[in-house]
C-alpha cells in the first residue's frame, strides 16, 4: 500500500489524509500525556479502547441530532472523520467540581455545581490552553458570536447525552472537554463536534465507590489505565473482541 501522507501528529492521535477528499483518517496511539506532556507514558492496547469508545459516543450523537466529524471505524485503531478547520478552543462542560476549577476557585473535589459550567481555553501548548472569556474569543475573531450561541448548546447538548449514557451504567460524568470543527458546505458552514470523546478527555468516577475511571488514574499515578478504560468500555457493552490485555501484545493495524 502506498505510505499516507501524514497531516499532523499530535499527543495521543495522527491525522493522515484520508481516501476521498475532504476526508481524514485519525490513528489512535497509545501515547499518553498530562500536564502539558511533561509526564509522558506508552500504555499498551489505550488506542484501541479510546478509537471504540469515541466511535461510540459520536455515533450516539449523531442519533440524537447533534453534528459529528465522525464517519466510520476502519480498524482497531483508526477511523475515517471528516476534515475540518477547528475550532482554537477547547470547551469544557462541568458537572462537579474538580482538577483546575477546584484549584482555581477553591471548592472540594466532587462538590456538584449549581448548574453544568461551560468554560472556554485556548488552544495553545505553548501557554498550556489558558482559560479565555468570550470577550477575548470575540475580540480575536476566535469565533462570531453565533459560532459561540451555537458551541454553548452543543456543549450542553452533548453534557446531557453523555451524563445519561454514562449514569445507565453507573457512570458519574464529572466534566469533559470537546473540541468543535466547521465544515463549508457551498457558502455554509456547520459546526460538528470533532476530535474524539473518551476518557482521555473526560472525568469518570464510579457512582457508588467514586473509583476513577479516567486519564486521572495516569495522571496521578492511582493504577492501570487499560484497566480503568477496559471497565468503561465493558459497561457500556463495546469491548473490543481481543481486549488488550496488560503485558501482551496488541495487534496494531
Ligand atoms: N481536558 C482535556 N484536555 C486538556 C485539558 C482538559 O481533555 O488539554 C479535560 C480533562 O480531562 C477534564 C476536563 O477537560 O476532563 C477539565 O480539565 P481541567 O480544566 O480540570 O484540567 P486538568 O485538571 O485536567 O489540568
Not at 119 to 133: A, I, M, N, S
Not at 174 to 198: C, N, P
Not at 207 to 224: A, E, H, I, M, Y
Request: proline content about 5%; glycine content about 8%; some cysteine.
Amino acid at each position: 500500500m502506498a505510505r499516507r501522507k501524514k497531516i499532523y501528529e499530535g499527543k495521543a492521535k495522527t491525522l493522515y489524509e484520508g481516501p476521498e477528499p475532504g476526508t481524514i483518517v485519525q490513528y489512535f496511539k497509545d501515547d499518553a500525556t498530562a500536564f502539558n506532556a511533561e509526564k509522558h507514558d506508552v500504555i499498551e492496547g489505550k488506542g484501541v479502547l479510546n478509537n471504540i469508545l469515541s466511535e461510540f459516543f459520536m455515533l450516539g450523537l449523531g442519533q440524537i441530532g447533534v453534528p459529528t466529524h465522525f464517519l466510520k471505524r476502519l480498524n482497531m485503531r483508526e477511523q475515517l472523520v471528516r476534515s475540518c478547520e477547528i475550532v482554537p478552543l477547547e470547551v469544557i462542560v462541568r458537572n462537579y467540581a474538580a482538577g483546575s476549577i477546584s484549584k482555581r476557585l477553591g471548592i472540594d473535589e466532587g462538590t456538584q455545581l449549581p448548574r453544568p459550567i461551560v468554560e472556554y481555553c485556548y488552544k495553545d501548548d505553548g501557554l498550556g490552553d489558558p482559560l479565555v472569556t468570550e470577550e477575548h474569543i470575540a475580540a480575536f475573531g476566535w469565533a462570531s458570536q453565533q459560532d459561540m450561541d451555537d458551541i454553548l448548546s452543543l456543549a450542553l447538548r452533548v453534557n446531557d447525552f453523555l451524563s445519561g449514557v454514562f449514569l445507565a451504567v453507573g457512570i458519574r460524568l464529572v466534566d469533559f472537554k470537546i473540541e468543535i470543527g466547521r465544515v463549508y458546505e457551498g457558502d455554509f458552514q456547520r459546526l460538528v463536534i470533532a476530535d474524539e470523546i473518551s476518557p482521555d478527555s473526560c472525568r469518570l468516577w464510579d457512582v457508588k465507590t467514586g473509583q476513577k475511571l479516567d486519564k486521572d488514574v495516569f495522571r496521578r499515578d492511582l493504577g492501570s489505565l487499560t484497566d480503568a478504560y477496559s471497565e468503561v468500555a465493558r459497561r457500556l457493552g463495546v469491548m473490543p473482541n481481543n481486549p488488550p490485555a496488560p503485558g501482551k501484545p496488541t495487534l496494531v493495524n
